[in-house]
């Protein structure tokens, strides 16, 4: 910024929003004048410090959960019912949004992996990151273009399918930008599939830029109708159960059901 004032500042806040060190930092400043020199190891899970990764021990959500389990010198995700998990995973996000709002110009978090095993969580995400940062920060959100999250048994076009509900619903949530993780360890398979898809996807940012006229999200069910000039209304819908058909209560829309993973345009 010193350099270029121009330049924009990108922040990644999280890999996912199940908690993070930032929390056992604020948590332990409570009662502190400021952080110790060192890791203070004897506060962590004495089967945290013999894990191969001891300092995962010092990961924790807002209300002190540890983000993770240890046994054996080995490590795994707390478990939570899926009510618990989206109420962490919002206010987690939240506070640490409002925490380093004044570090960039634009956020993000990198969860692919949590969005494919629950889908409504990139909207929820969206949610979180604009009640911590304000609503008129930019929020660019992360997906998965190359299928690192995808089964074995689940092809690419299903894949794409799934996180294609994923891109709109954050959309719908009010994402102003998206991004794809990437390294060279997958073959192309899964991007060539996703390349149409992000074609459809810029064909439709016009309606996608106009002014939002009605916004709703009721557990799967996203729903967003934008206005043009001229009065012309669109409809962007999505539903993010993997298992459930989703009932279309609105008197103009013709569409009155969506699919499982539907988007509809």
Not at 178 to 186: A, E, V
């Amino acid at each position: 910024k010193k350099q270029d004032k121009n330049a924009l500042v990108f922040v990644d806040l999280l890999g996912h929003s199940k908690g993070s060190t930032y929390f056992f930092e604020q948590n332990y400043l409570k009662e502190h004048g400021a952080l110790p020199d060192n890791p203070p190891y004897e506060l962590i899970d004495p089967e945290a410090r013999n894990c191969k990764i001891p300092l995962l021990g010092f990961f924790q959500s807002h209300d002190g959960i540890p983000v993770y389990q240890f046994s054996n010198g080995e490590y795994s995700y707390t478990d939570y019912d899926f009510e618990t998990l989206k109420s962490i995973w919002y206010e987690n996000t939240r506070l640490i949004a409002q925490g380093y709002k004044n570090n960039g110009d634009v956020f993000g978090i990198n969860a692919f992996r949590d969005y494919f095993a629950h889908p409504v969580l990139s909207g929820i995400t969206v949610d979180a990151l604009k009640a911590g940062l304000g609503e008129k920060t930019p929020v660019w959100i992360y997906f998965d273009g190359n299928g690192y999250a995808r089964p074995p048994e689940m092809t690419p076009q299903e894949y794409i399918n799934h996180v294609k509900c994923q891109i709109y619903t954050s959309i719908i949530h009010g994402a102003t930008g998206i991004l794809f993780w990437n390294d060279w360890r997958k073959t192309p398979e899964v991007f060539d599939i996703l390349l149409p898809m992000l074609k459809e996807l810029n064909d439709n940012l016009p309606i996608v830029k106009l002014e939002t006229k009605h916004w709703k999200a009721h557990d799967n069910l996203h729903i967003m109708i934008k206005e043009s000039k001229d009065g012309k209304k669109y409809f962007i819908a999505s539903n993010t159960s993997t298992t459930d058909v989703l009932s279309i209560d609105i008197p103009e829309v013709n569409k009155k059901e969506l699919q499982p993973l539907e988007v509809y345009i």
